[in-house]
């Protein structure tokens, strides 16, 4: 009582101006403070992947393959925008068949880990410590990073607070492989800040994403030449720490359509994915 006496009413009303000010700063987000978490700070993430393929084989009519698959990372701070990724589990129940064995198993990644370093709107600008593995050089380095390591982390605006309202693009390009077709996956991104909230008793922002998709290429597969081109779009949600910019949790979808050709004949291609990230 004391102390509340000698502050008199202005100093209680510069110390309430102050707590205010900070509160508001910690649901806006620190520039400076994302993507930069506090020394020894480690989280586990868990992805998972529901997707159903629908292919019509002619003379054989339409065939569904869903599968679902799950991936856990161990993400942990290295230093200023620096983190550590290990790769703890692999699962999949998708045939091993589906590939003809042109793909190394995604178990592979088990046990791997690296480095990744960001930039200031949280873009994976180096990654090394992945080379080597027979899954990641069979995908390409890029859409390793891409795919399965920059998912973790979310793209920010360049300059500010991030603000309810506040609204940004990213246009890519990267290189894929599957099953022997090479591939160019091209993504435009447009971003909102929909919502500034309370998750886990963390001060929070939800940002929702539309993405533009396209991916088209060609090679050669078992003395065929093949040619694939599919487009679509997605869109997703992602709950972020307001003052890290760590990602708490996030949900897509991605819905493509399109085909392969070969040797003069058309397979029309559907596919939808459905992707969670959730820490455990």
Known sequence: MKR???????GLLSAALLLVTACAGGMAGSRAAFHS????????YEMVTNQTMMISVPGQGDQSMPSTSSMTFEVAAAGPRTFEVSVVDVTSDAPTDMSMGMVPEATDLIGS???VTLDEQGLIVENSGFEGNPYVDFMGADAFAEQSLQVLFQYLPVEGTLEVGQEWNREYTYPFNIIGIGLDFSNQDA??????LTYEGVPALKIASTTQNAMSGGGEVMGAIMDLAMAGSSEGTAIIDAMTGMLLESEGVIKM???ISAQGMDIPMDMEMRIT???K
């Open 4 to 10: 509340k006496t000698r502050l008199g009413t202005l």
């Open 37 to 44: 978490w506090p020394s020894g700070t480690t989280v586990t």
């Open 113 to 115: 880990s690296g480095t």
């Open 191 to 196: 971003y909102v800040c929909t919502e500034a």
């Open 257 to 259: 359509g399109g085909g």
């Open 277 to 279: 990230i959730k820490r």
